[in-house]
């Protein structure tokens, strides 16, 4: 149960740094003085330390270790989270949050890479299945939280008691075991890292599950850059935005938890055709709404993205595990660069939303229409490759 606590709070650090401060935003744009479009880039320069970070950490975790990184990565967090609960400029705040996220971001790859280490099959997915929900507390508990820390303490207190989350995290890696295979040999890092990434990116069943972990991510981090600013427009407080994240939470828990239920008597082959249809459905629902009617409330969109939430919920676990099973020799390394990819489409998603913000939910459903077609695209590919594979099996048979 320990070691299943600690995957949670590394899977969810990221996001916790994301979404505690969402209700802020507006009170930190007052105090700083500054612009909604500025606030807005520390979400998205956010993410793009989170991508940048995964890179490095991957493969210095195949080589060194995960538990040596981990504290390395939770060093950055803490340092940078502690500036930017005493920044007193945006300049200062934004470079702050680029590096807490380079810290933060040590926790989502390595995670993943220690459940490849000590599970296989089944085991691995049930592990994914039962984290992968959890992760949804956040855009729930943290908004909420976040609220009421800013209530009672200010914006800043939000960001110390995420220096607290990142030193309790330190003291529960010192009681993890090491699980990198670090006996075998060492070869020079880039004929490494040369040989690791030919054979992870050649992997159209990598590939195309990375196309639709991504755009699934990207399509959520859309609405997430976006909605504060359509709330607020809409007349909603930061109490209220907190909490339109519980009823997405909710479904995000039901998706995930319902295919962990579901992995028992259906194959992850099965389920995925299934949920991806859920997905296209609800982004092309979306879409349809905010243009034919300019919704003055958030329910007509709150409703159909739940929807979103339980798909999103359900193809996480299957995506990843299926994007990383094949890799066991460079586990980290398939993880940084699944995860780099993923959150790069989530900065680029986000960073749209950021720049079209006046244009409101027009722009935040637009940007979500498309990610519902890279998905198809990235289906399509891992499905030619298994195909392709059975093709062979029977050709050899």
């Given at each position: 149960?320990?070691t299943?606590?600690?995957?949670?709070?590394?899977?969810m650090?990221?996001?916790?740094?994301?979404?505690?401060?969402?209700?802020?935003f507006?009170?930190?744009?007052?105090?700083?003085?500054?612009?909604?479009?500025?606030?807005?880039?520390?979400?998205?320069?956010?993410?793009?330390?989170?991508?940048?970070?995964?890179?490095?950490?991957?493969?210095?975790?195949?080589?060194?270790?995960?538990k040596?990184?981990?504290?390395?990565?939770?060093t950055?967090?803490?340092i940078?989270?502690?500036?930017?609960?005493?920044?007193?400029?945006?300049?200062?705040?934004?470079?702050?949050?680029?590096?807490?996220?380079?810290?933060?971001?040590?926790?989502?790859?390595i995670w993943?890479?220690?459940?490849?280490?000590?599970?296989?099959?089944k085991?691995?997915?049930?592990?994914?299945?039962?984290?992968?929900p959890l992760?949804?507390?956040?855009?729930?508990?943290?908004p909420?939280?976040?609220?009421?820390?800013?209530?009672?303490?200010?914006?800043?207190?939000?960001?110390?008691?995420?220096?607290?989350?990142?030193?309790?995290?330190?003291?529960?890696?010192?009681?993890?075991?090491?699980?990198?295979?670090?006996?075998?040999?060492?070869?020079?890092?880039?004929?490494?890292l040369?040989?690791d990434?030919?054979q992870?990116?050649?992997?159209?069943?990598?590939?195309?599950?990375m196309?639709?972990?991504?755009?699934?991510?990207?399509?959520?981090?859309?609405?997430?850059?976006?909605?504060?600013?359509?709330?607020?427009?809409?007349?909603y407080?930061?109490?209220?935005?907190?909490?339109?994240?519980?009823?997405q939470?909710?479904?995000f828990?039901?998706?995930?938890?319902?295919?962990?239920?579901?992995?028992?008597?259906?194959?992850?082959?099965?389920?995925?055709?299934?949920?991806?249809?859920?997905?296209?459905?609800?982004?092309?629902?979306?879409?349809?709404?905010?243009?034919?009617?300019?919704?003055t409330?958030?329910?007509?969109?709150?409703?159909?993205?739940?929807f979103?939430?339980?798909?999103?919920?359900?193809?996480?676990p299957?995506?990843?595990?299926?994007?990383?099973?094949?890799?066991?020799n460079?586990?980290?390394?398939?993880?940084g660069?699944?995860?780099?990819?993923?959150?790069?489409?989530?900065?680029?998603?986000?960073?749209?939303?950021?720049?079209?913000?006046?244009?409101?939910?027009y722009?935040?459903?637009?940007?979500?229409?498309?990610?519902?077609?890279?998905?198809?695209?990235?289906?399509?590919?891992?499905?030619?490759?298994?195909?392709?594979?059975?093709?062979?099996?029977?050709?050899?048979?």
């Open positions: 149960m320990s299943m606590i600690w995957f949670s709070g590394l899977s650090l990221g996001f916790l740094a994301t979404d505690m401060y969402l209700p802020a507006e009170t930190i744009r007052h105090e700083f003085g500054t612009t909604q479009t500025l606030i807005s880039l520390s979400l998205s320069i956010f993410l793009l330390g989170m991508a940048l970070g995964q890179l490095v950490y991957g493969p210095l975790s195949d080589r060194i270790g995960r040596k990184m981990l504290f390395v990565g939770m950055i967090f803490v940078s989270t502690v500036v930017i609960s005493v920044s007193n400029s945006i300049e200062l705040f934004l470079v702050a949050r680029f590096g807490q996220a380079l810290g933060a971001c040590a926790g989502t790859v993943q890479a220690v459940v490849i280490d000590r599970y296989q099959g085991a691995s997915e049930r592990v994914f299945a039962t984290i992968m992760v949804a507390l956040s855009p729930a508990l943290a909420l939280l976040g609220a009421g820390l800013e209530e009672f303490f200010g914006w800043r207190s939000i960001f110390v008691v995420l220096v607290v989350i990142g030193l309790a995290l330190s003291l529960a890696t010192t009681r993890q075991e090491e699980s990198a295979p670090l006996d075998k040999k060492q070869e020079k890092l880039t004929v490494q040369v040989r990434y030919k992870i990116v050649k992997s159209k069943i990598f590939m195309g599950n196309l639709i972990f991504a755009a699934c991510s990207a399509a959520f981090f859309a609405y997430l850059t976006g909605s504060p600013f359509i709330m607020t427009a809409m007349g407080t930061g109490a209220d935005i907190g909490l339109s994240y519980l009823p939470t909710v479904a828990l039901v998706g995930g938890y319902g295919c962990r239920s579901l992995l028992t008597r259906f194959s992850a082959k099965q389920l995925l055709p299934w949920l991806i249809t859920l997905f296209i459905a609800t982004v092309v629902t979306m879409f349809v709404i905010t243009f034919a009617t300019a919704p409330t958030i329910w007509p969109i709150l409703i159909p993205f739940c979103l939430a339980v798909a999103n919920g359900a193809i996480y299957l995506v990843i595990n299926a994007a990383l099973a094949d890799f066991k460079c586990s980290a390394t398939a993880a660069l699944l995860n780099f990819l993923q959150t790069m489409f989530c900065f680029l998603a986000s960073s749209v939303v950021s720049a079209f913000s006046e244009q409101g939910l722009a935040v459903t637009a940007v979500m229409l498309f990610q519902g077609g890279l998905i198809v695209v990235g289906y399509l590919l891992a499905k030619h490759k298994k195909l392709a594979e059975v093709v062979a099996e029977v050709a050899v048979a």
